[in-house]
């Protein structure tokens, strides 16, 4: 494969800071060598955390993002540099995971995208979050996301 698809990258083959914010991240795509075939790719955060808005607390959560590419994939490094820069942000989980979703189209355009936002309990309550951009394309095969429902202990 040619190197070519990597010029450009800011982030990728050296140490790179985590961002301080999400607002100040830059999610980077390449070219997708398979443009033209429809297929998913998933990237999975089991340890995606911010803060509550309003009382500065931790929240985590498991995050499922499943995505077709058009003509370019996320360059996976600086995903990661995305998802690390909410670890001192203040936000609610549902905005926490829409906001994920909406950077990925963004940045690259996917023909289609669902996130799953699975956040553990605070308050005796977890909280599941879902977005999706429209109909999967016709005839692909989309696993389920595989994170079962919220039981505690038991």
Not at 4 to 25: C, D, M, N, R, V
Request: net charge neutral.
């Amino acid at each position: 494969m040619s190197e070519k698809i990597y010029t450009g990258l800011t982030q990728l083959g050296h140490a790179t800071e985590p961002p301080a914010s999400p607002e100040a991240a830059t999610l980077e795509a390449v070219p997708n060598p398979q443009a033209g075939r429809d297929y998913v790719v998933r990237f999975t955060c089991p340890e995606f955390t911010s803060l509550c808005p309003v009382t500065g607390q931790p929240d985590f959560a498991h995050l499922v993002i499943d995505y077709v590419p058009g003509d370019k994939l996320v360059e996976s490094k600086s995903l990661k540099l995305y998802l690390a820069s909410f670890r001192n942000h203040g936000a609610f989980h549902e905005d926490c995971t829409v906001a994920v979703a909406r950077k990925v189209i963004d940045a690259i355009g996917p023909k289609w995208l669902r996130i799953g936002g699975y956040w553990f309990p605070r308050g005796g309550m977890p909280i599941d979050v879902f977005f999706q951009t429209g109909e999967p394309p016709r005839g692909l095969w989309i696993p389920d996301q595989g994170v079962p429902s919220y039981r505690g202990r038991g």
